[in-house]
């Protein structure tokens, strides 16, 4: 999905962004260019709610001709790195967007940034701080007390200026001093009193190595990166509504002639989720997961290993659409949407996640034949496939009851069921250990009632096998909702201490069919057991496999009884 190529007129499905956009193009504004940017700090793995914020800036430049550009906000070394850069570079890509030859960093503009932050100390709208961090914060005031003025506000321009380059050469220690804004200590909206520009931090670059010791802030940085670049619509979440006076204040004061608009929308909320990176990043240092990729994280990496596919993400993004109030999306409308997309795609296939042998005995000994299998019902051109059957096979466990309940349309003593693409089969006894455990059944088979012939005949129930002697066995592993509650971390309360202690159970001596073997990332439908996808741990003598999302869609019956969720 190239972002360059796009419509010139307005797109058929709008929101209020692509409203405010249209209208800018109707009146000539910035002449009529679009141009957004995605702009992560590459200080942990993208999550779904990123995901949202993807397809709104690069669909915003596809729908209306412009451009989108990705731009690393790398402005903090000490948190930030080059595994993160990489594993967002992959997860944009994965999601189908391409910035073409416009990925940028902040730090690209490290030195023409300090030469903006000169010139606000020439004009007089820029000092050098002394105070602590703590005094800085006391004397910042509260929401309903103004601040007060810094001791050292009114430093002169020549002081400044040379306690600024000072900083940069490297003179002082980490904390003992910062560039501040001079705005108005007694602003209403705390981020205009004094704003902090630029800290000190001696610590490498994972780009510019050594070659910088002062660092400006996501504030400075961020609209003055906007202007460079050219963006027109500078498309984030609402926690900088309360920053706009300061991005505009930014560029005002530095390059006036470039006036990006910050549009502020709300951000992706799921329950039984937490989208917090530095929640998240805590979850991987204390090891709760397996890394950033676990399938349980709501990272974009741990989707996708989990089987998600990008087209189902986009979608979603789609449905839940671009609003201007905060909200909550119930995380069975993602589960729905994936399921949705899965259903159209993913192959078809037989696994027996707990197996029970079933020896048919009127089956001939050393018999061998294949039945033709269906890959897909909702993709005709998906073809067929042929499964063997032999005289013994594996079914579910669950499949079987000795004493079966009223509508039980499966194996028990006496009853018949069909064998998905294949005979009716009637269980004749069980065998048992000396616990009374059932360790097998003897059955016998109807040789006229192959699924398909002339002779093929109704009964009510149907299950999966697998062949026994062509089986492999297999590992799956179950992931379910991470955190117990729908709101993970309510009120005072730590969301780590909300974990579901059975948020992933493996199973192992799983059998499945020999078709099964396949590259990691594929995906499966395993017939009557939801979807699942091939692990990037799976090998070819040791497959593994997750499950995605399940067969059942609770969604459909929440759309049913309330409709689904005003953006």
């Not at 050098?128 to 005031?141: K, M, N, P, T």
């Not at 949705?340 to 696994?351: C, G, I, K, T």
């Not at 395993?526 to 741990?537: A, M, S, W």
């Not at 003598?541 to 609770?554: C, I, S």
């Amino acid at each position: 999905m190239d972002p360059t190529v796009g419509t010139a007129a307005a797109p058929a499905s709008t929101d209020f962004i692509r409203d405010i956009v249209a209208e800018d193009r109707r009146t000539g504004k910035h002449g009529g260019r679009v141009q957004t940017r995605f702009p992560p700090e590459p200080n942990g793995y993208l999550h779904i709610g990123h995901a949202k914020a993807i397809c709104l800036n690069f669909g915003v430049a596809a729908d209306f001709g412009g451009l989108c550009n990705l731009r690393f906000d790398d402005t903090n070394p000490t948190k930030e790195g080059v595994e993160y850069v990489e594993s967002i570079e992959e997860d944009v890509r994965w999601l189908g967007f391409d910035w073409g030859d416009r990925m940028f960093y902040a730090s690209d503009y490290f030195e023409t940034l300090y030469q903006y932050a000169e010139q606000l100390i020439r004009d007089g709208k820029a000092y050098v701080d002394s105070l602590s961090a703590d005094e800085i914060r006391d004397y910042r005031g509260t929401l309903t007390e103004a601040g007060r003025n810094s001791p050292c506000r009114e430093r002169g321009v020549a002081e400044n200026l040379d306690l600024f380059r000072r900083m940069r050469a490297g003179e002082f220690p980490d904390g003992t001093h910062v560039l501040r804004a001079k705005i108005d200590m007694a602003a209403p909206n705390m981020n205009m009193r004094d704003p902090t520009l630029y800290r000190i931090r001696h610590a490498t670059h994972h780009r510019t190595a050594d070659a910088w010791c002062i660092y400006p802030t996501y504030d400075y940085a961020h609209p003055l990166s906007d202007a460079i670049e050219g963006v027109t619509h500078s498309l984030c979440t609402l926690e900088f509504e309360d920053h706009r006076p300061l991005y505009d204040w930014v560029i005002e004061h530095t390059c006036p002639a470039s006036r990006p608009r910050q549009i502020e929308f709300a951000r992706l909320n799921l329950n039984y989720t937490v989208m917090s990176k530095r929640k998240l990043l805590a979850l991987v240092e204390q090891r709760l997961v397996s890394g950033w990729d676990d399938p349980r994280m709501p990272t974009i990496a741990g989707i996708r290993r989990r089987g998600f596919t990008p087209e189902a993400v986009r979608d979603f993004c789609a449905r839940i659409g671009v609003a201007k109030k905060e909200n909550v999306i119930d995380i069975a409308l993602l589960e729905h949407t994936v399921r949705e997309d899965l259903n159209r795609r993913a192959r078809r296939a037989l696994a027996v996640l707990r197996p029970l042998r079933v020896v048919i005995e009127n089956y001939p000994e050393g018999g061998d034949e294949r039945v033709a299998a269906v890959n897909n019902p909702e993709d005709p051109a998906a073809g067929t496939r042929t499964l063997p059957f032999s005289r013994e096979i594996y079914i579910e466990r669950d499949d079987f009851m000795e004493v079966p309940p009223k509508k039980f349309f499966r194996l028990s003593p006496g009853s018949q069921v069909r064998l998905r693409y294949a005979y009716v089969l009637k269980c004749e006894r069980a065998v048992k250990d000396a616990a009374g455990a059932v360790t097998e059944l003897r059955c016998t088979y109807d040789p006229e009632s192959l699924r398909g012939s002339t002779a093929a005949r109704r009964v009510k129930g149907t299950i999966h096998w697998v062949s026994a002697a062509q089986a492999r066995d297999a590992e799956v592993r179950f992931y379910d909702r991470l955190f117990l509650s729908a709101d993970p971390g309510e009120g005072e309360r730590d969301p780590l201490s909300d974990l579901n202690p059975n948020s992933l159970e493996r199973v192992t001596g799983c059998k499945i069919e020999p078709a099964l073997a396949a590259a990691p990332g594929t995906r499966f439908q395993f017939e009557r057991l939801g979807y699942f996808c091939v692990d990037p741990d799976s090998r070819p003598e040791a497959p593994v496999f997750n499950r995605t999302v399940t067969l059942k869609d609770t969604w459909a019956k929440i759309t049913a009884r309330a409709g689904p969720p005003t953006p």
